[in-house]
């Protein structure tokens, strides 16, 4: 086979796979069981938001991607390939897929641009000035360029999350996971982070979104996947979802949250 048919059976194989996939994947702490039996493929460029109640394992799913937390079963796959267990492949692995928390853990004691340059530099091995250029063109992309000297203490809560996105953004990551990236702002920081998110997911970046925010689940997701007691009840497109609930603990958990 020449090199231009492998890479397109490459490309169709990892298309086959899904950028994520998840098999059978259970994860317990002592005797709590907090995934059950996951089963879950994202696609390339697909925008895949997790709901559900406090404590269904949304927070443990989204960090079991990227190896934060181990799994006791199952198999985790980017692009087709295992997740590596430790090492330089998993260095490489937390390369390839960028996670933004609920809090933003920025270096206090590092400037803006110089929180955004360092993964490039010392994981990539990219050069510093190409490196900063790279770190300007990100921090003017999600609104903050004009923060780029100042220190993470100096920024709004909003503003640091930004950052944040921006600093997971220069390794180019295949994927990008949001741990509830909203749930520590105030109500009128949401949106410009949301924004940020909803280009994003417009450009055709794969996303696992762990979220409360069902405003950017109607409208930014392909695809809800809905979590309760460490498993997945439900998965629908959103308009299927938020109008046509299936499951009983689906109608009970939007029931609640849509009537305040």
């Known amino acids: 086979m020449d090199k231009a048919a492998t890479d397109v059976a490459t490309k169709q194989d990892g ?23 996951i089963n879950l493929t994202v696609g390339p460029g697909e925008v895949v938001v997790v ?3 406090s404590g269904s394992g949304k927070s443990t799913l989204c960090r079991a991607i990227n190896r934060l937390e181990t799994i006791d079963r199952g198999t985790i796959t ?42 490039p530099t010392k994981v990539r091995g990219t050069d ?26 100096q920024l709004s809560g909003g503003q640091q999350q930004r950052v944040a996105i921006a600093r997971a953004l220069a390794m180019e990551p295949k994927v990008m996971l949001f741990d509830e990236p909203t749930s520590a702002l105030d109500p009128e920081m949401i949106k410009e982070v949301l924004d940020v998110m909803v280009d994003l997911a417009a450009g055709g970046m794969t996303m696992i979104v762990v979220t409360h925010e069902m405003g950017f689940a109607r409208t930014a997701a392909n695809r809800v996947v809905f979590m309760s007691d ?7 497109t959103p308009d299927q979802f938020f109008t046509n609930p299936q499951s009983d603990r689906a109608k009970d958990f939007l029931g609640k949250i849509l009537r305040h």
């Open 78 to 119: 980017l692009d087709g390939t295992p997740l590596p267990a430790e090492g330089k492949a998993l260095a490489k692995l937390r390369a390839d897929v960028g996670m933004v928390f609920q809090s933003f853990n920025l270096f206090a004691h590092k400037t803006v641009l110089d929180n955004v340059t360092l993964g």
């Open 15 to 37: 298309a086959r796979h899904g950028a994520v996939q998840l098999d059978d994947v259970n994860k317990w702490f002592g005797e709590l069981h907090v995934l059950q039996d």
């Open 51 to 53: 709901i559900g109640p």
């Open 128 to 153: 510093a000035s190409q490196a900063r250029e790279r770190a300007r063109e990100l921090l003017d992309r999600v609104g903050v360029g004009d923060q780029a000297d100042k220190y993470p203490a």
């Open 230 to 236: 460490g498993q997945v009840v439900e998965e629908n």
